[in-house]
């Protein structure tokens, strides 16, 4: 059983599309994803694509690719 208000995401599942792999990242491991969900407009359906990180996320990066060793 699928649940999710997302359509593509279903749509993918459901489909032949071969392996499909779902790992779910708690959001307090991952302090970009957090940080980029507290600054959605949450007025707007427009999707957003950044060619580059925001600046507000650079050092989280870094600091992500730093913690990454340890793992």
Same mark, same amino acid.
């Given at each position: 059983e699928v649940e999710s208000d997302n359509a593509l995401l279903v749509e993918l599942l459901?489909? +032949?599309a071969?392996?499909?792999r779902i790992q779910h990242i708690?959001?307090?491991l991952n302090d970009i994803v957090d940080h980029m969900t507290k600054c959605v407009d949450t007025s707007s359906y427009l999707i957003r694509l950044f060619r580059s990180p925001p600046a507000s996320v650079m /050092?989280?990066?870094g600091r +992500?690719? /730093?913690m990454s060793i340890y793992y």
């Open positions: 459901l489909s +032949d071969g392996e499909i708690l959001r307090s /050092n989280l990066l +992500d690719h /730093n």
